[in-house]
Structures are given as C-alpha cells and as structure tokens.
C-alpha cells in the first residue's frame, strides 16, 4: 500500500508532462545529501509512460536514472515475454552501474517484480546471484534481501541458494583482486544479506550458516562475512 507521501506525488506526476516531470525529480531527489528521496522513486515508478522510463533509465543523472531502473520493475510486470526479456537485460546491466545508488534502484526494480510475480524475481535474482560479475552478483542477494518477499517459503529458500551462490563468487576470485571495488561491494552486501535470508527460513538457514562457518575458516574474507552476519540483532536472537 502506498504511502499518503508517496500517493501525493503520483497524483502529481500524473499530470506533468516529460520536461515537467524532469524538473520535479531534480527538484525534489534529495541530492545532494544523504537520502535520495525513495518516496518519491517509487511514484514515479508507479505512474509514468514507459518510454519515459527507458529513458531515465538511461539518463545521466544519477537521480533520474535511479527513478528510470525502479520503474523497469513495473514494465516487466506489465510486459509480453519480449518486454520482460528486455528489461531483464536492462536490469542486468544496470546492476554493474557506476553509481552505488542506481545499483540499489535494480535491487528495488527486482523487489517490485517479486510482490508482483515471486517465481520471476526468484529466476532473476538466481541468474545474477550465480553471475560471476561481483556486482551482479550481489544484485542477486540484494533483490531477495527483503523480508516481505522472504513471507514465501519458496522465495525464502531462494535467498539462501543464492546467498550460497554469491558467497561461491565471492570464494571464486583469486586472493590478490579481491580488494577490487566489486568485489568488496560482493563482500559488504553478504555480510547482511546471509542473516536475513537465515532469519527467512530457519530451518534450513541456520543448518547452512553452520556450513558458511564451516568453509570460512580458510578464508579471511568469509570469516568477516560470517562474523558480521552474527552479530547482527535478527540472527544473534537465534544463535543464541
């Protein structure tokens, strides 16, 4: 359900045309700062053209192109198997995006798929999660890393197959390019994401995390991956 916030500025946008839509984005991003303006990503996402979508999709501005990827969500929920492929596409490239920011927005356009069709965003997030581009990778975890979609039990054990996946990349790259950006990002983004796909579906999450321990020990970077993960609050109540 949408929020009054983000339902006010649907109702808005509606009625704008294309360069008036641009000018109230940029007026209202929130950046420079930081906190974009997520209310107002999602209605975009919500109410605008799909040939306005593609093209902030692609747009140089990190804000708008933020808005542009959440709405390829909605395009693929709404499209024929052509459209759907397409964005896939486009989701997949924008995963690897310079911009920290638009690689959140792919994770978000992932989670729009998933409260609408769960199987697609289960095949998505597996393709990338197994992907051994680090940043594509992590989209996998990201997009599943939500606990509403995590309601699912067959989503719920999707997180966790990816997470292994994931983790598999991350095991995969050699020991001198793993301070890479990517790979670091890969890092950083498993270092949360296991516990909350382990929180989505204890009984076979915990059994698995007990695996990760398991392989960590001759890694340094796995290690602080499941040490991060335990101390966090949500796992931590069930370790203990």
Known sequence: MPTP???????????????????????????PGPRANLELMQA?????????????SRDDDVYLRCCGTVGLGRLYLEGDDDERASVRDQLTRLAGDESWRVREATAMAA???????????????????SDPDPLVAR?????????????????????LAACAAATDTLRAVPAQDRRAEPVRVL????GYCWSVA??????????????????AADDTDLTWVVTSNAGKHRLRRLLD
């Open 5 to 31: 916030v983000r339902a006010a500025h649907a109702a808005e946008l509606r009625h704008l045309g294309p360069a008036a839509v641009h000018e109230y984005l940029s007026g209202r991003s929130g950046l």
């Open 139 to 159: 989209a996998g975890i990201a997009a599943l890393s939500e606990p509403r979609l995590l309601r699912d039990p067959l989503t719920a054990t999707a997180a």
């Open 111 to 129: 989670q729009r798929i998933g409260d609408g069709d769960p199987a697609a965003v289960r095949a998505i997030a597996g393709a990338w999660a």
């Open 44 to 56: 975009f996402a919500d109410v605008a053209a799909p040939a306005l979508i593609h093209e902030l």
């Open 198 to 215: 382990v929180v989505g579906d204890p009984a076979a999450g915990l059994p698995a995390f007990e695996e990760l321990r398991r392989r």
């Open 187 to 190: 890092r950083q983004a498993l």
